[in-house]
């Protein structure tokens, strides 16, 4: 788990020049303030976690048992709901805010999202294979996987055989991305690399869990 940890969402890529004057591609990610809603114990919830809000929503659009959670926290009802799992949460309380001022003096971070999804792809697409031969006898089959399994033993394809399928759609994670600024001031978080995921979808920053 992580010390620290924050959400945030992805807004785009640009680029900004360091003192040597060089070019370094970053993602923009806009953290407005945590809210805490729940603190969640080792002792009371068997992990410890602070579960956040962000943003504003209408008390009215919700639904019952989600608008008495904040109800009970006494938290302004955010557009979201989140789990962050840190190792401790002596110092959290429930309304305190967490700003992208707590991640400017982490040199690294792993960033955590959803990546885009690619839709139905093929072996090489999506694991990178070569494919077969394109000439000397292969017809029709030159971005095709080859074989896949046995015959008569086992007569099966084993889990887990690199196969044609739903390529990206799935939670992924980029560790040791260096934080190239934290501004409080304009929310934002620029990242040194790409971070997975469109823009404008919800990413969880936390300091990076193999250091530098």
Same mark, same amino acid.
């Given at each position: 788990?992580?010390?620290?940890?924050?959400?945030?969402?992805?807004?785009?890529?640009?680029?900004?020049?360091?003192?040597? /004057?060089?070019?370094?591609?970053?993602?923009?990610? +806009? =953290?407005?303030?945590?809210?805490?809603?729940? =603190?969640?114990?080792?002792?009371?919830?068997?992990?410890?976690?602070?579960?956040?809000? @962000?943003?504003?929503?209408?008390?009215?659009?919700?639904?019952?048992?989600?608008? %008495?959670? @904040? #109800? /009970?926290?006494?938290?302004?009802?955010?557009?979201?709901? &989140?789990?962050?799992?840190?190792?401790?949460? #002596?110092?959290?309380?429930?309304?305190?805010?967490?700003? &992208?001022? !707590?991640?400017? !003096?982490?040199?690294?971070?792993?960033?955590?999202?959803?990546? $885009?999804?690619?839709? @139905?792809?093929?072996?090489?697409? +999506?694991?990178? @294979?070569?494919?077969?031969?394109?000439?000397?006898?292969?017809?029709?089959?030159?971005? $095709?996987?080859?074989?896949?399994?046995?015959?008569?033993?086992?007569?099966?394809?084993?889990?887990?055989?690199?196969?044609?399928?739903?390529?990206?759609?799935?939670?992924?994670?980029?560790? /040791?991305?260096? =934080? &190239?600024?934290?501004?409080?001031?304009?929310?934002?978080?620029?990242?040194?690399?790409?971070?997975?995921?469109?823009? %404008?979808?919800? =990413?969880?920053?936390?300091?990076?869990?193999?250091? #530098?």
């Amino acid at each position: 788990m992580a010390n620290k940890a924050i959400v945030g969402e992805k807004v785009g890529m640009t680029q900004v020049w360091d003192d040597d /004057n060089q070019v370094i591609p970053v993602t923009v990610l +806009r =953290v407005r303030p945590n809210r805490v809603v729940q =603190v969640k114990t080792q002792e009371r919830d068997g992990y410890s976690a602070l579960q956040v809000t @962000f943003g504003e929503k209408d008390i009215e659009k919700m639904k019952q048992p989600e608008a %008495g959670h @904040f #109800a /009970n926290s006494g938290v302004v009802p955010g557009s979201r709901l &989140v789990e962050l799992r840190v190792d401790d949460v #002596a110092d959290y309380q429930v309304g305190q805010e967490i700003t &992208v001022d !707590e991640m400017a !003096e982490i040199g690294r971070v792993d960033v955590t999202s959803v990546s $885009k999804g690619k839709g @139905f792809a093929g072996a090489m697409k +999506r694991h990178g @294979f070569g494919g077969l031969p394109a000439s000397h006898g292969a017809h029709k089959v030159h971005r $095709k996987p080859g074989a896949v399994g046995q015959c008569a033993t086992p007569s099966r394809i084993f889990r887990g055989k690199r196969m044609p399928g739903r390529m990206g759609n799935q939670k992924t994670t980029i560790l /040791n991305l260096s =934080v &190239v600024q934290a501004d409080a001031e304009r929310e934002i978080l620029l990242v040194r690399g790409a971070v997975p995921g469109p823009n %404008g979808s919800v =990413v969880l920053i936390r300091d990076a869990v193999k250091g #530098a």
